[in-house]
């Protein structure tokens, strides 16, 4: 398989992975939709069973500064998609992955390790770029947003908050 492809069908079942721990179901938009998973779960309150959309990013360690944040660089239809008030609320995810994709599991007969780490972002209240002609955005995931089950359980929980009362 093709490095690139690689790393990212790796970034995407690293998240998959996450969201099976926190109890969740995957499900891959097709067609495409510009985002890459949708999570849900089924809950015996129909106003609970509610889904969160995430698009996933990933990028080999080494590559970027992570200082301040990770820096991740989006088109602008790929911003407008996860910017904005929406029904299925919608996250940006970076994961970071080793360098040799020989190095993204460790597996023994007590554990199943996945290298490296996830971090996460709403555009929700992010303005549009005002430059005309601009092509693209620079975004900043703060380190401090690691994606965890907890994390994906806060989702779920600020998802269910915005649900209209019957």
Not at 43 to 51: A, K, N
Not at 63 to 92: A, N
Not at 100 to 115: D, G, K, R
Request: glycine content about 6%; aromatic content about 8%.
């Amino acid at each position: 398989m093709e490095h690139n492809n690689h790393q990212g069908w790796y970034g995407e079942t690293f998240v998959a992975a996450i969201a099976a721990a926190a109890g969740f179901q995957v499900a891959v938009p097709y067609p495409d939709i510009g985002k890459d998973m949708i999570l849900g779960r089924d809950h015996e309150d129909p106003e609970l069973d509610v889904q969160i959309a995430l698009q996933v990013k990933t990028r080999r360690i080494g590559e970027l500064d992570v200082t301040d944040g990770l820096k991740i660089t989006l088109t602008i239809d790929q911003f407008k998609r996860l910017r904005g008030r929406r029904q299925v609320p919608c996250y940006l995810v970076v994961v970071l992955v080793p360098q040799n994709p020989a190095s993204y599991i460790q597996v023994s007969e007590l554990e199943l390790i996945l290298w490296h780490s996830a971090y996460w972002v709403s555009l929700e209240d992010r303005p549009l770029p005002i430059q005309q002609g601009q092509k693209s955005v620079t975004v900043t995931v703060p380190r401090e947003n690691l994606l965890t089950v907890d994390a994906l359980h806060e989702f779920f929980h600020r998802a269910c908050e915005e649900v209209p009362a019957p």
